[in-house]
């Protein structure tokens, strides 16, 4: 990760009723990097500015993002 844009990344993770999702992975695409959100649904990360985040949580379908040097999503 030395010589590349890195970005801390800070969001909510909410299920289809908008509620938070305590214990979801927040990982940062084709890395090891990742963190678990609180208990809140919060979560910081610290990615490259190109990465792409895949939100996971048991028994959902992960989803992707690409962060695009976006520092909330």
Do not use: C
């Amino acid at each position: 990760m030395y010589g590349q844009d890195l970005i801390t990344v800070k969001g909510v993770v909410t299920d289809a009723q908008n509620m938070p999702m305590p214990g979801a992975t927040v990982s940062e695409k084709g890395t090891k990097n990742a963190t678990t959100t609180s208990m809140d649904g919060d979560y910081k990360i610290k990615v490259k500015s190109n990465a792409t985040l895949v939100f996971s949580f048991i028994g959902t379908t992960s989803q992707e993002e690409l962060v695009k040097n976006r520092t909330s999503i």
